[in-house]
């Protein structure tokens, strides 16, 4: 199974980018002529990412979170699985390349550094854990989706305020568009996220009996899941509209990678585990 693993591990930066230049060139000539065909090539990359995933679980008796290299791969995966869901959701099909190039990147970094770990703690073999850690993965990729569409709708808003009307103008879909899909990136993420720290409360205390909660892993997370919250109760509530939402989602991004590099470069963590 070990050369399976490692062919499916090669094969799918080579899949992600294929899917990137069929959604690329679609949207540069702008006729959605192989609109079937990218959503085709999209879901069998995912497909084989999650094949290859559970195969590595199964190999190396681990979830696969015990480095950065394997967490890389499943945020490669989580990015375009919520793209992919966002995608069946709309059928907005136009701002993949946006999405889908963060995901080659990750991929392309995690397959030529992933190393083979048969001896792990013990701690990183459970199977909780492992779902925990993704279902948070899932949560903060779908956040990057929303910044992402956050962005492309800043952008957008530019030209149009600024009478400079290019590519972006004539390929992006409309301001309400880009809007909506960054409110359903941020439900997707707010709700993976509210999963993993359901999960958390519930396994963390016995697995780690000294744990703190002034840890700023939970610090981060929890200020990223309350200001989601807040800004997805605000835009039910029709309170919030427009540039502001997706301000918002900006702003619980970079609040998302701060937490993420302060508790992993910068202070101790209990979730620091490699």
């Known amino acids: 199974m070990k050369p399976f693993i490692d062919s499916l591990n090669f094969l799918l930066p080579v899949l992600y980018i294929i899917t990137f230049t069929i959604y690329s060139y679609d949207f540069a000539k702008g006729n ?8 085709l090539f999209l879901f069998l990359t995912i497909l084989l990412h999650i094949c290859y995933l559970l195969l590595r679980t199964i190999q190396f008796e681990h979830p696969p979170i015990t480095n950065v290299f394997e967490i890389f791969t499943i945020m490669a995966f989580a990015i ?8 069946l959701l709309t059928d907005i099909r136009g701002t993949g390349p946006f999405i889908i190039i963060f995901s080659i990147l990750f991929q392309i970094i995690s397959t030529l550094n992933i190393p083979d770990e048969f ?9 909780l854990l492992g779902f925990h850690v993704f279902t948070a993965l899932v949560g903060y990729s779908a956040i990057t989706v929303s910044s992402v569409y956050g962005f492309l709708f800043l952008m957008l808003y530019k030209e149009i305020k600024t009478n400079r009307f290019g590519l972006i103008y004539e390929r992006m879909p409309s301001l309400e568009i880009l809007e ?4 359903y990136s941020s439900l997707i993420g707010f709700t993976m996220l509210t999963i993993a720290i359901v999960i958390g409360v519930i396994w963390l205390p016995n697995a780690f009996p000294k744990f703190s909660y002034a840890d700023p892993k939970l610090i981060g997370t929890s200020l990223v899941w309350i200001l989601y919250g807040v800004g997805i109760l605000s835009k039910f509530l029709g309170k919030w509209q427009g540039k502001k939402v997706v301000t918002l989602s900006i702003i619980g991004f970079i609040i998302a990678i701060l937490s993420t ?4 470069f910068i202070s101790q963590s209990f979730h620091s585990f490699y």
């Open 32 to 39: 959605n002529k192989y609109a079937n065909s990218k959503r």
């Open 80 to 87: 375009s699985f919520s793209y992919f869901i966002l995608e």
């Open 119 to 127: 001896f792990v703690k013990e701690v990183l073999k459970n199977n």
């Open 180 to 183: 909506r899909l960054s409110f």
């Open 261 to 264: 590099a302060i508790s992993n």
